[in-house]
């Protein structure tokens, strides 16, 4: 059984880290292999990471296959904007190590990767929490919740928040509506399942600049619909921040 190193302060990380180390041979965070230190990935897992930089999409966060200037948005966000106002990602989610981490951390029992992969996600999203307020989990339906017994949103979340220096908000927001699973839906009918499953109380959020955190962006849908009800609390600005994003057709042209 592992250790739950996600859930303790710094200084216990680091201690418990370097104790493991010298019992347990430093591993990679997606396959296993030997690495040189502890919480890292192996060469090749490394450069098989598409990891995201600029340029990219300032509102969705994907990538631009040319760098044509600050600031600019895909034709995807000018036809169809999001309800938040950026999102940011470390990583294209697709096979192979992005993947792995992803599926080791939801149902892997993993939870030890949630604190290298938001360190990773506070440097992906240095803009967006910068002058932030709070840091948001997408929070889960408390009966999916009994059943998994792990968001793991909430746990990146928290490694997002301490990394950043950004007070966590971890239960304001709640998910009231237990919603089919998304996978094998469509874009509508993401979008439709999630309607109202978000809810804020009224004014919790009132002038302030929160970002949301979640595993993985798909067609944005959970983080529009969480965005939506953080809005309807009063937030002045949503920004999201997710591990990893799947961006359908590849890196976006102009």
């Known amino acids: 059984m592992r250790l739950d190193w996600s859930i303790a302060p710094g200084w216990a990380r680091r201690l418990g880290g370097a104790a493991l180390d010298l019992v347990y041979p430093p591993t990679c965070l997606a396959c296993g292999a030997a690495t040189e230190a502890e919480g890292g990935l192996c060469p090749r897992c490394w450069g098989a990471m598409a990891f995201i930089e600029r340029p990219f999409c300032e509102r969705l966060g994907v990538p631009f296959s040319a760098d044509l200037g600050d600031g600019l948005i895909s034709p995807e966000a000018a036809a169809d904007p999001p309800a938040y106002d950026r999102a940011r990602a470390v990583v294209v989610f ?3 190590p992005a993947r792995d981490l992803v599926h080791h951390l939801k149902y892997g029992d993993r939870p030890d990767l949630a604190w290298p992969m938001g360190r990773w996600m506070a440097r992906a999203g240095r803009d967006v929490l910068a002058g932030a307020d709070a840091v948001i989990p997408v929070p889960m339906h408390r009966g999916r919740l009994w059943s998994r017994r792990f968001n793991q949103a909430a746990a990146l979340a928290q490694a997002v928040a301490e990394t950043a220096g950004v007070p966590l908000e971890a239960t304001t927001l709640a998910r009231v509506k237990a919603t089919r699973p998304q996978v094998g839906l469509s874009r509508a ?9 978000f809810r804020a109380p009224k004014g919790a959020f009132a002038g302030r600049a929160v ?3 979640d595993d993985v962006a798909t067609t944005g849908a959970t983080l529009n619909a969480a965005a939506r009800a953080l809005r ?3 937030a002045a600005r949503v920004d999201a921040l997710v591990f990893a994003r799947v961006v359908s057709h590849g890196p976006l042209t102009i």
């Open 94 to 96: 697709a096979d192979g």
């Open 189 to 197: 009918e993401r979008a439709a399942n999630l309607q109202g499953a």
């Open 211 to 213: 970002v949301l955190v």
């Open 232 to 234: 309807r609390a009063g």
